[in-house]
């Protein structure tokens, strides 16, 4: 895991969502999108929330087959 994940990570367990925002805020890697996603929630942005979510679990399935063809 990155420096960038972690500091997100504990941002969101503190209750700072725009800390943790700020961190992952561009980023456009499956933790990255979870991590947004949390904090929408933690924000009451549920819509945005929902997209970040389904985003992170199409872009986690292209990584996990990526990383299984070995390519």
Avoid at 14 to 36: F, I, N, P, Q, Y
């Amino acid at each position: 895991m990155d420096a960038l994940i972690t500091a997100a990570a504990l941002a969101l367990a503190s209750g700072d969502a725009l800390g943790a925002l700020k961190h992952v805020g561009l980023r456009e890697d499956a933790s990255a999108l979870t991590l947004r996603g949390i904090a929408m929630v933690q924000l009451g942005d549920l819509v945005r929330a929902k997209s970040a979510l389904k985003k992170a679990a199409r872009v986690f399935g292209r990584e996990r087959r990526w990383r299984v063809r070995g390519a």
